[in-house]
């Protein structure tokens, strides 16, 4: 075992992964994200992530700033359908100041009224410059089609109309009902004694009062596919072709991360970049994601090309997808496909802030974290008849939902 746990007694978790280094770095995870949000309040898990850094009980938007950033630390947050999470990296030596800030931030944050008015602004300026940019705002308006009338087709940032109305009783409300202490993990990866940060963590968290709200998140059904064409003032066609998927529990979930890596995922070799980029000069852009919730799963197909090519990289993209649906992965595919997909996870664990949030996320999920030997023995124990069968689920046409932004001139 790679990693230490310990439980405080309002349920808080505390996650250490041990790193020889002059460098640290820890993340908060809570379980609450978008998803969780009423009808209507669209934007507020975002809200409340930025509103953290404005003002607490014991400091002001420049003394929270400076906090770590005139050690040299740097600070962050993000808000997803499913979790929100506060992160830091900073020299080892300034780990209880980064402890001390978190804690601050999370279970002590005030949100004057000015504070709201401001941030307010800044979000819709935020709303407004994803706008402009089609190859993100397809992407979450594909969510919007795939989930309609379900909350994970929300936008992550709100609408115009939403964030405006947004209030502080919507901010105490969702975090009443949402901040749930036994859904919290504080995570540090770096060269610290395990007992001094059982320590730390009983000083800044021991005396959290425990939240023991739950959760009412619902499945989402499972839609026939569709196409849908939206005009927009873009002087390209974008695409995206996906469907539901499987959730991050479901142990087809790595077939998918391996079919996926495949198809369209990182780097130049995969077969969508080959063939339609590579071979065609279709489409500069095009690539594949599998996104995993608690209880579905997000696969996508994304491109940008040029309105008169656009007809012809959907039937390329629709082509390798029966190929997968039709012909079993050779011996030689499956291994080279298995060797590169290990490769990339292994130096993705060079990223120190992308791994412990990942542990984070595991353990919050399942209650462990799988080592880099187990993740292997999972890859490597995907057959060609698995691939096959999840290929023809995943990528069947009768559920693969098409969204097009096509230009309005």
């Given amino acids: 075992m790679d990693y230490q746990v310990y439980t405080l007694p309002n349920g808080i978790r505390l996650l250490h992964k041990h790193a020889v280094s002059t460098i640290a770095h820890c993340c908060f995870l809570v379980n609450a994200g978008a998803r969780d949000e009423e009808a209507g309040k669209d934007g507020l898990a975002h809200f409340i992530e930025h509103l953290l850094f404005k003002a607490t009980e ?51 944050s005030t949100f004057p009224e000015e504070e709201l008015v401001k941030e307010k602004s800044v979000i819709l300026d935020e709303i407004a410059s994803y706008l402009d940019q089609p ?51 504080f995570a540090v990866l770096g060269e610290y004694d395990f007992k001094k940060l059982v320590k730390l963590a009983e000083r800044y968290f021991g005396d959290i009062k425990a939240n023991t709200a739950v959760k009412n998140r619902i499945k989402p059904i499972v839609k026939p596919g569709e196409l849908v064409k939206l005009s927009r003032p873009i002087s390209q066609t974008h695409g995206v072709i996906g469907s539901q998927a499987y959730a991050s529990s479901n142990p087809q979930k790595n077939g998918l991360l391996l079919l996926n890596n495949i198809l369209g995922g990182i780097g130049m070799s995969s077969r969508l970049n080959l063939q339609i980029r590579e071979k065609y000069g279709i489409a500069y852009s095009i690539e594949s994601n599998y996104m995993a919730f608690s209880d579905t799963g997000l696969f996508t197909i994304y491109f940008g090309t040029d309105s008169e090519k656009a007809e012809r990289a959907i039937r390329l993209i629709h082509k390798e997808l029966k190929k997968l649906r039709e012909e079993k992965l050779g011996v030689l595919q499956l291994q080279q496909a298995k060797r590169k997909f290990i490769g990339q996870i292994a130096l993705g664990e060079e990223n120190k802030i992308g791994l412990i949030i990942a542990m984070a996320k595991s353990l919050l999920d399942f209650d462990r974290i799988d080592t880099l030997e187990e993740i292997f023995a999972k890859i490597n124990a995907a057959t060609a008849e698995e691939m096959l069968a999840i290929s023809n689920e995943i990528f069947d046409p009768a559920v693969l939902t098409t969204l097009l932004f096509e230009p309005n001139d």
């Fill in 58 to 108: 014991r400091r002001n938007t420049n003394q929270i700033l400076n906090h770590l950033e005139l050690v040299g630390a740097d600070l962050n947050a993000y808000t997803t359908k499913e979790y929100t999470c506060i992160h830091a990296s900073f020299l080892k030596e300034h780990l209880e100041r980064a402890i001390d800030l978190t804690e601050d931030l999370v279970f002590h």
């Fill in 135 to 185: 190859d993100e705002a397809i992407q979450d308006d594909f969510e919007d089609v795939l989930f309609k009338g379900h909350p994970l087709g929300r936008n992550i940032l709100g609408t115009v109309e939403s964030v405006n109305q947004l209030n502080k009783k919507d901010i105490s409300h969702f975090i009443a009902q949402n901040y749930n202490t036994h859904q919290m993990v």
